[in-house]
């Protein structure tokens, strides 16, 4: 790190690289409460389209983050919307387990989740960063590089433009520009497995039920719609996925409903397939030198208990509450304290999700009746690990979780104060 760096013309608070799902949540968060924030994106999204077919990329949002999208400004456009909320998820193994099911009354819930499209969250995140004049978007641009100095750093980007600022935030996702500016190494397996998704009609409409069914070689999803349809991930090793998305549609009908038999009766209808690879990313920290790691950029987890964005949002709004706190005290909110703070509870609660998922995945991946499955499977559906997994966190009631996500407002964190106090 270099000495000191003059302020460019550009200045800001905070500079956040990629407006996905978790990088446009922070951005609102942040400008919400007085913060000057830049965010930089590479592609506008697409405007969502209501009248349009029903995406295949869909999220199961999770209690805890609507409540933070909630305070982004995004989250009542969103559940206007298609969106569909589900209050039971039935989880089967496909050998022998009796399905093990969580219904949200008995967990004093009023669901479990909301199924979204993320190019409805994307486009409505997109709407409020854009129209509310509290964040300067530069897009199309892209990151080209990061001089980091001791108390703002100097970021260029593509089109010449530079712009300095006491914080940067990598939320560009898996590839992160941002992570490898900064030299931050990454522990990366592969599961040479893909996630083969699309939008599936049963005999029977889903009546709001999250299913799962774990099969050898991975997990089949069928994730209510609101229409009454189902959005599928169906985890596949990946020569097997690519044989998948060959088939002719009326061949694919065949061996999903064979797969799903049982459930709502037969698949009458199925629409276009994609294939996506499956792998879990865990950067070896995720703050240094003025900058913090967030969403995919920082952790990236098997898809098999829908938890990526949501472990993404839950970044955004710890780190929200942090530089809250910060700003409050007076603090530079850029400091190697600050980045402990956020670098170090961060990462145990992704390391955590990504291994608990890890364990699960190959739990469920063992084949046939072996002792060993057998007594995986009593433990899980006796185990609060796996409640805490799929319950706590997704209400957002476990101990750790941030404020936001238990429910609290934004002016609740600031106590009130007007955006001009903190400028
Ligand atoms: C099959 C599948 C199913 C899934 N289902 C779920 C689910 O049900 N629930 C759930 O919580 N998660 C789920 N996930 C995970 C979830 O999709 C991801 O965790 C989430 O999309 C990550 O969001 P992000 O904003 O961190 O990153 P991204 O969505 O990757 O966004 C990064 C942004 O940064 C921009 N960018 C990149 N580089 C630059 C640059 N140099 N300059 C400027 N901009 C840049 C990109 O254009 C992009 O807009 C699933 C994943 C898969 C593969």
């Known amino acids: ?20 799902m978790v990088g446009a949540t922070l951005a609102s968060l942040l400008s919400r409460c007085g913060f000057a924030v830049a965010l930089v ?10 009248n349009a077919e029903v995406g295949l990329r869909v999220s199961a949002i999770s209690p805890g983050s609507s409540a933070v999208l909630e305070q982004a400004g995004a989250w009542k456009a969103v ?3 298609r969106a569909r909320p589900y209050r039971r998820m039935q989880i089967e193994d496909g050998v ?8 949200a009354p008995v967990f004093n819930m009023e669901r479990l989740g909301t199924i979204v499209e993320n190019a409805l969250l994307q486009w ?16 199309p641009e892209q990151l080209d590089s990061i001089g980091f100095s001791k108390n703002r750093n100097r970021v260029s980007l593509k089109s010449g433009r530079i712009i300095t600022a006491s914080l940067v935030v990598g939320a560009d996702g898996a590839g992160s520009r941002v992570r490898k500016a900064i030299g931050i190494r990454q522990d990366y397996y592969a599961y040479n497995q893909h996630g083969l998704v699309a939008v599936v009609g049963k005999h029977k409409p889903n009546p709001g039920v999250a299913w799962q069914r774990f099969l050898p070689g991975g997990p089949l999803a069928f994730l209510p719609l609101a229409d009454g349809r189902s959005s599928i991930v169906w985890t596949r090793p990946s020569l097997e996925a690519e044989r998948l998305l060959a088939l002719e549609t009326t061949d694919f009908i065949g061996e999903l409903d064979t797969a799903s038999s049982g459930w709502l009766g037969k698949v009458e209808s199925c629409g276009p397939r994609a294939a996506f690879p499956l792998s879990m990313r865990l950067s070896e920290c995720y703050a240094s030198q003025r900058t913090v790691l967030m969403g995919d950029a920082a952790h990236v987890v098997h898809p098999l208990a ?6 993404g949002l839950t970044d955004a709004a710890a780190l929200t509450e942090l530089l809250i706190r910060v700003r409050l005290a007076g603090g530079d909110i850029g400091s190697a304290m600050v980045l402990q703070d956020y670098g170090r509870g961060r990462r145990s609660e992704s390391e955590a999700m990504a291994f608990g998922m890890h364990a699960l995945r190959s739990l469920f991946g063992i ?14 559906k006796r185990s609060w690990t796996i409640k805490d997994i799929f319950l706590q966190r997704a209400a957002g009631t476990a101990n750790n979780a941030p404020k936001l996500a238990r429910g609290a407002t934004l002016r609740d964190l600031t106590g009130g104060l007007s955006r001009s106090a903190y400028g």
């Open 79 to 81: 559940s206007a919307q």
């Open 367 to 380: 084949e046939g009746l072996s002792p060993v499955r057998r007594a995986g499977m009593a433990l899980v």
């Open 124 to 139: 409505s995140l997109w709407q409020v960063v854009k129209s509310g004049g509290l964040v300067d978007v530069y897009c």
């Open 306 to 311: 829908g938890q990526g964005v949501n472990l």
């Open 41 to 50: 994106e590479a592609h506008e999204p697409q405007p969502f389209d209501a």
């Open 96 to 103: 022998e387990m009796d399905p093990l099911l969580f219904d």
């Open 1 to 20: 790190m270099s000495d000191l760096a003059a302020k460019s013309d550009l200045d800001y608070d905070v500079a956040i690289i990629g407006a996905g």
